[in-house]
C-alpha cells in the first residue's frame, strides 16, 4: 500500500523496467528515505534495467521485504542484489533475508542468487563473504555491463558454473573462487550526471540529484570517500546543465552530490546559472577553505539556508595528523561568510577518538564550535549544532593501521565535549554503533558470522564473538600485519598509504 502511494508521489524521468531474466529485487538495507538519497542506488536501479534485467527496487524496514513496483516478495526473485554503503546496515543485511524467508549463508543456499555491492563491499568484502555470492568491487558502471550479460547467459546452468563464470568479469569478487581482484572505474562521462528519481522524502527529498564528482584529491588520511573513489573525476558545468534543463521533478529542486562537492572548480558558475534557470538547490557538507562570499551568495540565492562545514578536530595539530589541510582562520572566516550571506544554521561535523588524539584537543574542539558560533551569529546566523561521529578506520585509507578508541574512552571524550560546550547542540553520539562499525570495516569473515549468530542464532555479541572465536579489542593491525582486503588492487598502492600513515605519525608530534 505504501509502496504503490510512494511510486504514484514519486518524481524524475522514473525508469523502464527491463523483461528478461534473472530478474532482480535490489534492496536497500535501510529505509527508503535513506536508500533513495543515494545516488549510487538509483544508478545501479537504471542501470540493471537498462541492461534489460527487470530490476525492481526493494527497501527493508523491519519484516518480510516487498518489492516497490510490484510488492512481490524478494524471495521470488531470481537474484537479490544488495547495496550496501555503510558498515552499521550489515545486520539488517543478513535480517532482510532470514525474514524474507531467504537463507542467509551463501554455503546453504542455491537460490536466489545474492549480489552485494557499494562503497562497504568495495572497501573490504571480507566480513560480507559469508553471505553474498558475488560481490562487485568494481564501480557499478565499470561492471555490471560485462557482468549482466554472464548471468543472463549462465542463468540455468548449475550455481558452481554461474559462479565460475562471473569470477572472470573485472572487478568482480566471488568469495571462495577469486584471488586477486581489480577495483574497476567508470568513465563517468558515458553516464548521466542526474538520478532517474526524485524520492518523495529524506535527506534530499523531493529533490533530483546531481553528482557533480567522484573521488577527491585532498587526502585527508581517514577518508574513505576521498581514496577509494579515485582517481578523481569531475562532470563539467554543461554537462550538468544539460542533464537539468527540462528534467521533470514536481518542484524543480536539485540536490548536488558527490565527495567533494565544494571543491568542483565551476561549481559557482553551475549555482548562479541553476539559480537563474528557477532551481533551488541543496548540497552535501563543504570544506570551510571554498566558502568563498561569492558561492555562499549563489547557495542562499538558491534557497539554501543550512552551510555544513566540518572542522573533523579542534587543534592544528590534529588537523595536520588527518591531514584535513583546514587552518583555524579558514574555519572562522567560513562561519562569518556564511551568517554575513544569510546562511541560517550552521551544521559542523567532527570526529573523536582520532589517532593520536588527548582529552585536550577535545576540549580545544569545544572552544573552536564556540568561536564559530559566536563568529557566526555576530554576522546574523543563528542556530548551530554539531555531529561528533567516532572515528572509525577505513580499509585501503592511510589511517587503516590506526587503533580505534574503545568504548570507555569515546564516552569520556563524549562527556567532556558536552561539559564544555554551551549554546551549541550536539547530536546522539553512536558509539556502541561505530564500534560494530569498525569491526565490519576492518573485520574478516568471522565478523560476518558473528553477526550471524546474532542475528540469526539470536546469540548476545559476546556470545557471537566467542563462538567465531575471535576477540573484537583484537582489531588493530601492526604495518606488517596482511589486511584482509589485500587481495584488492585499489587505485592506490600500500606503499603510499604506508608512507602517509607514517607521516601522520609525524605530524602528530608537537615538533612535527
Ligand atoms: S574529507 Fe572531504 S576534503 Fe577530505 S578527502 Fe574526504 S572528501 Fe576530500
Not at 74 to 87: I, K, Q
Not at 96 to 102: D, F, K, P, V, W
Not at 183 to 202: C, H, K, M, T, Y
Not at 401 to 414: F, I, N, Q, S
Request: charged letters at 25%; one cysteine or more; hydrophobic letters at 40%.
Amino acid at each position: 500500500m505504501r509502496g504503490r502511494l510512494l511510486l504514484r508521489e514519486e518524481g524524475g524521468r522514473g525508469v523502464a523496467l527491463g523483461t528478461s531474466r534473472p530478474s532482480v529485487a535490489l534492496v536497500y538495507p535501510n529505509t527508503y528515505e535513506v536508500g533513495m538519497a543515494n545516488f549510487g542506488f538509483q544508478q545501479v536501479f537504471r542501470l540493471l534495467n537498462e541492461l534489460g534485467l527487470r530490476t525492481e527496487r526493494a527497501f527493508y524496514e523491519g519484516g518480510p521485504v516487498t518489492s516497490l513496483e510490484s510488492g512481490l516478495p524478494v524471495a521470488s526473485f531470481d537474484m537479490v542484489a544488495f547495496s550496501l554503503p555503510f558498515e552499521g546496515d550489515l545486520p539488517n543485511l543478513v535480517s532482510a533475508l532470514r525474514e524474507s524467508g531467504i537463507e542467509p549463508l551463501s554455503s546453504l543456499r542455491d537460490r536466489p542468487l545474492v549480489m552485494v555491492g557499494g562503497m562497504c563491499a568495495l572497501m573490504n568484502p571480507c566480513p560480507i563473504s559469508p553471505f553474498a555470492d558475488i560481490v562487485v568491487v568494481g564501480e557499478a558502471e565499470a561492471v555490471l555491463p560485462a557482468l549482466v550479460p554472464v548471468l543472463r547467459e549462465m542463468w540455468w546452468r548449475p550455481k558452481e558454473k554461474l559462479l565460475e563464470a562471473a569470477s572472470h568479469v573485472r572487478g568482480v569478487y566471488v568469495p571462495g573462487m577469486s584471488s586477486g581482484v581489480e577495483r574497476v572505474w567508470a568513465n563517468l562521462d558515458d553516464f548521466e550526471p542526474v538520478s532517474p528519481i526524485v524520492p518523495q522524502d529524506g535527506a534530499f527529498g523531493r529533490m533530483v540529484l546531481a553528482e557533480v564528482g567522484r573521488g577527491c584529491g585532498r587526502g585527508c588520511r581517514f577518508c574513505a570517500a576521498g581514496f577509494v573513489y579515485r582517481p578523481v573525476r569531475t562532470r563539467s558545468a554543461g554537462e550538468i546543465l544539460d542533464a537539468l534543463d527540462g528534467y521533470p521533478t514536481p518542484t524543480k529542486r536539485v540536490g548536488l552530490v558527490g565527495a567533494a562537492v565544494s571543491d568542483h572548480p565551476e561549481l559557482e558558475e553551475i549555482c548562479r546559472k541553476l539559480v537563474e534557470r528557477g532551481w533551488k538547490l541543496a548540497t552535501s557538507s563543504f570544506r570551510a577553505d571554498m566558502a568563498s562570499s561569492g558561492l555562499v551568495e549563489a547557495l542562499v540565492r538558491g534557497g539554501v539556508r543550512t552551510l555544513t562545514l566540518a572542522p573533523e578536530a579542534g587543534t592544528e595539530r590534529l588537523r595536520r595528523v588527518i591531514r584535513k589541510g583546514l587552518s583555524e582562520e579558514d574555519l572562522l572566516r567560513a562561519s562569518r561568510t556564511a551568517g554575513r550571506k544569510g546562511i541560517k544554521r550552521l551544521k559542523l561535523y567532527a570526529m573523536i577518538g582520532l589517532p593520536s588524539e588527548g582529552e585536550e584537543d577535545v576540549r580545544a574542539l569545544a572552544e573552536l564550535v564556540r568561536e564559530m558560533a559566536l563568529e557566526f551569529r555576530s554576522e546574523g546566523g543563528r542556530e548551530v549544532g554539531l555531529t561528533v561521529q567516532p572515528f572509525v578506520p577505513k580499509p585501503a585509507t592511510p589511517f587503516q593501521w590506526a587503533p580505534m578508541a574503545d568504548e570507555r574512552t569515546l564516552k569520556g571524550r563524549v562527556r567532556i565535549l558536552k561539559e564544555h560546550l554551551s549554546g551549541v547542540s550536539i547530536g546522539r553520539v553512536e558509539v556502541r554503533g561505530a564500534l560494530l562499525q569498525g569491526l565490519v570495516s576492518l573485520g574478516d569473515r568471522r565478523v560476518g558470522m558473528a553477526v550471524y549468530h546474532h542475528v540469526v542464532e539470536g546469540l548476545s555479541w559476546r556470545e557471537a564473538w566467542r563462538k567465531v572465536g575471535w576477540d573484537p579489542a583484537s582489531l588493530h593491525r601492526e604495518r606488517e600485519d596482511p589486511l584482509p582486503w589485500d587481495f584488492i588492487r585499489h587505485t592506490t598502492d600500500g606503499d603510499f598509504l604506508r608512507k602517509e600513515w607514517e607521516e601522520s605519525l609525524i605530524g602528530g608530534r608537537d615538533d612535527g
